[in-house]
């Protein structure tokens, strides 16, 4: 699946860095090359002979290693790659990459790369969670950045928390996924996912049932044959899948905005559970309880409908544009006459009345409706429906039979 490709691996230093071994194996079973360059700190957790071994391949761990310098310049090394994977990636190697710094080879290639960059984060909780860390975070996000991780769970350190390395099976997936040639290969798709929160006050929403669990796997499914998956989602259960490109919104407003701006696009998922009113005076202040047998009363105003208006757009419509429709009574009759009325190619169906088990569970029974009618698909994994459905979308905007 990574035949060919060839892999510019910076270890940087944490105890995770052991992993980092167990992924240049993983990494190579797929047919991958892998590069390593051993920061500093990393050789003191990995040592170059063990990297070396396991890709054999030369390690890199100095900048002013002339012999290197006249085989391959810097330049050349960070250029060479198909990808730049960044695992561990410390809090000092991330603050580096967010303010341009280049005080050692690692730094310095990954300045000097015109590569995509995937870096899956490890360090402890309080680092993780610390403003400055948050803040370079969502510079490289905004910088096209790719993220795998990190993720919850018990630290060497003895804490438990947000900061973990994600497994080397899922990051070699994620690089898997970023570098894929698949059918959806340079096309681009816009996914929806999750609830929106609509804000009472600073302290109370409204907001759909939505474990984002759906759209979560329709993004995975996508980037898996190749489609560069741009990810809105609102406040999800489900962490958003490694290495997509993933734009956090809390309201039905932003999320449009959101998918408005990713436009132009080849298709669009639009799996979110909006919420269809947002409170038309939400208070800036926390509402206070009043004398007993008050209450407030809300006013509601209509949210933006962001699939109908897509759909609807006479200039820069995607191709293909999907909805969603969980319903709990007359499943067809009510999502067909939704794909009219909102003007999209497809809406999937799913009956979410509570028997089915569907809403918040492992398994969907969808149908699909398009201009050729329903097809009703058998109980499946959400991951199934998503593969499937990709593999439709596939087949319709990039000609490959699904
Ligand atoms: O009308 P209903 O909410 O059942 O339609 C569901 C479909 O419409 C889903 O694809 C959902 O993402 C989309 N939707 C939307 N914006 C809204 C409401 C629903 O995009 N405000």
Redesign the pocket.
Known sequence: MLAGKRILLIIGGGVAAFKSLILIRQLRERGATVVPVITRAGQAFVTPLSASALSAEKVYTDLFDLTDEAEMGHIELSRDADLVVVAPATADLLGKMAHGLADDLASTLLLATDKRVLVAPAMNVRMWEHPAVQRNVATLKSDGILFAGPTEGAMACGEFGLGRLVEPDEIADAVAATLSQGPLAGRHVIV?SGPTHEPIDPVRYIANRSSGAQGTAMAAALAGLGAHVTFVTGPADVPPPAGVATVRVET?SE??DAVRAALPADAAV???????WRVASASDKKIKKGDAGTMPSLDFAE????????SQMTEGRPPLV??????TDDVVANATA?RAR?Q?DW?VANDVSPETGNMGGQDNTVIVISAEGADTWPRMGKDQVARKLAAKIAAEIAGTPA
């Open positions: 929806t039905a999320m449009l639009f799996a979110a559970a909006v919420a269809d949210n933006p409908d962001i699939l109908a208006t897509v999907i909805g969603f429709a969980a319903e939704k909102k999209c809406i």
